[in-house]
């Protein structure tokens, strides 16, 4: 008598690979499980066998593959052959089919028809004389057929309704474990909706049935859970079943932000069908303000990490300061590095650059790999423009600009051209408001004005252009740097739109964080800040990356309530005060 799916031994397997099929790529990584529907707890990722495969010598690993899987070139020196891959899949397969001769092995994947053309490849390559010796069952097609209502169905989808978390690299190890979860999960669901307790049944009803159409979508959080929250602001939490922590928000109304998730056809980004597909469970916390709660906010997404919060994590996220000629950079701010607080990585890279051909007066030459030039375009070598291209653009630049490049320092030319450019922008964006409003145009502004850069078609005059661009966007850090030291150590008081006017909200930062929150009467004179002596060098270095991005929620929360049209001022001493004049003025510059 035939094995049930519950007992029915298999290999849970995945595959990761440089492109999307074997003509446009090569397997980089395969690992699989071997397991039965029937445990009582799926052996996790350890209990399988994983190898990264070694490529052709002409073949690398692209950019966002690296940057999905987190394999590098160095990870591949631990490399074997496909060949060897292939056997060993041979023999855990004859494992898992032992006392069955001839049995094709039952092999589960999630949405085969990426893997499979890779397997049909090496068995061709290592074993054509043979029969293709697995039964390939696929958990999407089985999912899509018995669950076409949730809103998303890819592998961590699936798995995470389940309540299965996983890491956030893509690397064979943790799919194959999810695919063993998954498979798990599916059988108990096909012999109670369906029936289906054997193999053959499975794979005739995936042969007589299609997946039917989507008619709404369903999530798998209680209705109950987010229909009594209260029209109050706050953050709220999603949860995975199990309490595993999805996704940190803030709300103005917790009840109205929550439930606009769940409306009928509500546009989401794909990651957020991914959570919600995922969430099951929710816990909020009310605050006082929406300013409170954006602060909460991004202070509990640095401190938890949820992994569909993607703008705020920390990750390898770090701050940096540089020296005044841009050419250098370091952790502290000190007498040979006062410029930053500034984000550090690409912008770093090419202030830097910019610095030494300032500095240096350095000539663009012939070598297609002239970092400097590349790191000044913040664009990878492989996608800039070819070296003649490059050199007439550097010389636009450099007729454009020639007074300033021959009159002021690295630091001057940089944050007064900046100036310039970004005073321009400003003008170019109430220019095309003012067409929008005329012609009804709903097109976004900001595509409109920001250079495509990267993958685009290079002109001498595009090359001046990005090199502008970069020197705008730098600039603009550095007086958002100013601001930040600025802003934590600040007294700030607003009104809410629920305040009747005899109160206002208060809240005192020292050293970038919170001392002092709450209600006081309208008619009281806000103090200055306990640190508003503080000098702007201790000011530097106490900003680290969570009070960075402290900084940055507390100043779009001040363009909010101006954008509202409510009181709001501002103290930074004894004798600095802004109110709503002077912190609109300011705020368009940072």
């Given at each position: 008598m035939s094995a049930t799916l519950a007992d029915l031994k298999i290999l849970a397997l995945d595959c990761q690979a440089t492109g999307a099929n074997p003509v446009r790529g090569h397997l980089l990584e395969m690992g699989w499980i071997q397991t039965s529907a029937s445990l009582d707890r799926i052996a996790d990722k350890s209990a399988g066998q994983t190898y990264l495969i070694r490529l052709p010598a002409e073949a690398a690993i692209p950019r966002a593959v690296q940057r999905i899987t987190g394999i590098s070139e160095e990870n591949l020196k631990a490399a074997v052959s496909s060949k060897i891959v292939w056997e060993n899949l041979l023999a855990s397969a004859g494992q898992a089919v032992s006392g069955l001769p001839g049995a094709a092995c039952p092999v589960v994947i999630h949405f085969a028809?990426?893997?499979?053309?890779?397997?049909?490849?090496?068995?061709r390559e290592n074993g054509p004389a043979g029969p293709f010796p697995f039964q390939i069952l696929c958990t999407h097609e089985i999912a899509v057929r018995l669950l076409p209502?949730?809103?998303?169905?890819?592998?961590?989808?699936?798995?995470?309704?389940?309540?299965?978390?996983?890491?956030?690299?893509?690397?064979?190890a943790d799919h194959a474990a999810a695919t063993a979860f998954i498979w798990q999960s599916l059988v108990r669901l096909l012999n109670t909706n369906c029936g289906i307790s054997k193999l053959d049944q499975l794979i005739d009803w995936l042969a007589a049935t299609r997946p039917p159409g989507r008619s709404t979508r369903a999530y798998p959080m209680n209705p109950r859970l987010r229909q009594q929250l209260p029209d109050k602001p706050g953050i709220y939490r999603m949860l995975r079943a199990g309490g595993n922590l999805l996704y940190i928000g803030k709300a103005k109304s917790l009840k109205q932000r929550v439930n606009s998730y769940f409306r009928p056809k509500a546009p989401h980004a794909e990651h957020i069908l991914e959570m919600l597909t995922q969430a099951r469970g929710l816990d909020v916390t009310p605050t006082g303000s929406a300013l409170e709660a954006a602060l909460l906010e991004s202070d509990e997404i640095k401190r938890h990490s949820p992994p569909y919060n993607i703008a705020l994590r920390r990750r390898q996220r770090r701050l940096a300061f540089c020296t005044k000629d841009l050419a250098r950079h370091a952790a502290v701010a000190h007498d040979d590095y006062p410029v930053g607080p500034l984000p550090a990585g690409q912008i770093i890279e090419a202030l830097a650059a910019l610095g030494l051909w300032l500095r240096d007066r350095v000539r663009i030459d012939g070598d297609r790999h002239n970092c400097l030039a590349y790191s000044l375009l913040t664009v990878p070598a492989e996608y800039a423009p070819e070296i003649d291209c490059l050199k007439q653009g550097f010389e636009i630049f450099r007729q454009h600009h020639r007074r300033r490049l021959q009159h002021q320092?690295?630091?001057?030319?940089l944050t007064g051209l900046g100036a310039k450019l970004w005073q321009e922008k400003l003008?170019?964006?109430?220019?095309?408001?003012?067409?929008?409003?005329?012609?009804?145009?709903?097109?976004d502004l900001d595509a409109q004005l920001e250079d495509s850069g990267g993958r685009q078609t290079w002109t001498p005059e595009a090359v001046c252009t990005a090199i502008e661009s970069m020197i705008r966007h730098s600039a603009h850090l550095i007086r958002r740097a100013r601001w930040i030291c600025l802003l934590s150590e600040s007294s700030l008081a607003w009104s809410s739109?629920?305040?009747?006017?005899?109160t206002k909200n208060l809240m005192v930062f020292e050293?970038?964080?919170?001392?002092?929150?709450?209600?006081?009467?309208?008619?009281?004179k806000i103090q200055p800040p306990p640190g508003y002596a503080n000098s702007f060098r201790a000011r530097q270095n106490n900003v680290d990356l969570i009070t960075y991005d402290r900084m940055r929620v507390v100043t779009t929360e001040l363009r909010?309530?101006?954008?509202?049209?409510?009181?709001?001022?501002?103290?930074?001493?004894?004798k600095?005060?802004?109110?709503?004049?002077?912190?609109?003025?300011a705020l368009r510059w940072i």
């Amino acid at each position: 008598m035939s094995a049930t799916l519950a007992d029915l031994k298999i290999l849970a397997l995945d595959c990761q690979a440089t492109g999307a099929n074997p003509v446009r790529g090569h397997l980089l990584e395969m690992g699989w499980i071997q397991t039965s529907a029937s445990l009582d707890r799926i052996a996790d990722k350890s209990a399988g066998q994983t190898y990264l495969i070694r490529l052709p010598a002409e073949a690398a690993i692209p950019r966002a593959v690296q940057r999905i899987t987190g394999i590098s070139e160095e990870n591949l020196k631990a490399a074997v052959s496909s060949k060897i891959v292939w056997e060993n899949l041979l023999a855990s397969a004859g494992q898992a089919v032992s006392g069955l001769p001839g049995a094709a092995c039952p092999v589960v994947i999630h949405f085969a028809r990426y893997e499979t053309p890779f397997l049909q490849k090496l068995h061709r390559e290592n074993g054509p004389a043979g029969p293709f010796p697995f039964q390939i069952l696929c958990t999407h097609e089985i999912a899509v057929r018995l669950l076409p209502d949730i809103p998303r169905r890819g592998i961590r989808a699936i798995a995470g309704y389940y309540g299965h978390s996983m890491p956030e690299l893509k690397r064979s190890a943790d799919h194959a474990a999810a695919t063993a979860f998954i498979w798990q999960s599916l059988v108990r669901l096909l012999n109670t909706n369906c029936g289906i307790s054997k193999l053959d049944q499975l794979i005739d009803w995936l042969a007589a049935t299609r997946p039917p159409g989507r008619s709404t979508r369903a999530y798998p959080m209680n209705p109950r859970l987010r229909q009594q929250l209260p029209d109050k602001p706050g953050i709220y939490r999603m949860l995975r079943a199990g309490g595993n922590l999805l996704y940190i928000g803030k709300a103005k109304s917790l009840k109205q932000r929550v439930n606009s998730y769940f409306r009928p056809k509500a546009p989401h980004a794909e990651h957020i069908l991914e959570m919600l597909t995922q969430a099951r469970g929710l816990d909020v916390t009310p605050t006082g303000s929406a300013l409170e709660a954006a602060l909460l906010e991004s202070d509990e997404i640095k401190r938890h990490s949820p992994p569909y919060n993607i703008a705020l994590r920390r990750r390898q996220r770090r701050l940096a300061f540089c020296t005044k000629d841009l050419a250098r950079h370091a952790a502290v701010a000190h007498d040979d590095y006062p410029v930053g607080p500034l984000p550090a990585g690409q912008i770093i890279e090419a202030l830097a650059a910019l610095g030494l051909w300032l500095r240096d007066r350095v000539r663009i030459d012939g070598d297609r790999h002239n970092c400097l030039a590349y790191s000044l375009l913040t664009v990878p070598a492989e996608y800039a423009p070819e070296i003649d291209c490059l050199k007439q653009g550097f010389e636009i630049f450099r007729q454009h600009h020639r007074r300033r490049l021959q009159h002021q320092t690295p630091l001057r030319f940089l944050t007064g051209l900046g100036a310039k450019l970004w005073q321009e922008k400003l003008a170019a964006a109430a220019l095309a408001e003012t067409d929008e409003k005329k012609q009804g145009n709903q097109d976004d502004l900001d595509a409109q004005l920001e250079d495509s850069g990267g993958r685009q078609t290079w002109t001498p005059e595009a090359v001046c252009t990005a090199i502008e661009s970069m020197i705008r966007h730098s600039a603009h850090l550095i007086r958002r740097a100013r601001w930040i030291c600025l802003l934590s150590e600040s007294s700030l008081a607003w009104s809410s739109a629920e305040q009747t006017g005899q109160t206002k909200n208060l809240m005192v930062f020292e050293n970038g964080a919170v001392i002092h929150r709450g209600e006081v009467k309208a008619a009281v004179k806000i103090q200055p800040p306990p640190g508003y002596a503080n000098s702007f060098r201790a000011r530097q270095n106490n900003v680290d990356l969570i009070t960075y991005d402290r900084m940055r929620v507390v100043t779009t929360e001040l363009r909010r309530i101006l954008s509202e049209g409510r009181y709001i001022e501002l103290r930074l001493g004894p004798k600095v005060t802004l109110g709503r004049r002077k912190l609109t003025k300011a705020l368009r510059w940072i």
